[in-house]
């Protein structure tokens, strides 16, 4: 394997972390990706055994760089290229976040509109934090 100079939304992006550069670089204008709770650039170059808080949508990740790949890697070789440090309680938290706020008891029938803003009230609430 080898160390490469790879900035870190070019990173981000080939460990699979977001979807596009810009997605990747957009987070980090963002202060989404923190190093020693420091905001970092999108510029900044990567080293090994760095560690990296990456916000994406309402997750906390943190992850340890192992090495830094040539180009963007397949799913299964990401392993390879950084340790993923984040707690499991966070995945438990974000997964109850996304638990289903329309859930209604079988044939009741379709949610009024005073039911709608309060289904949509609570989505906005969640989603805010």
Known sequence: MENLDV??????????????????????????????????????????????HVRIGQLEKEVQVIDTPKSRVGAPLVPQYYTDLTPAEE?????????????????IGRPTKRDRRQIDYLKDFYNEE
């Open 7 to 52: 900035r870190i939304d070019k990173w981000l992006w080939m460990v699979r972390l977001f979807k596009t550069r810009s997605m990747a670089t957009d987070a980090c204008n963002a202060g989404k990706v923190k190093m020693n709770g420091t905001n970092v650039k999108p510029s900044k170059m990567v080293k090994t055994e760095e560690r990296y």
């Open 91 to 107: 995945y438990e938290r974000v997964k109850q976040l996304h638990a289903k706020f329309e859930f209604r008891e079988h044939g």
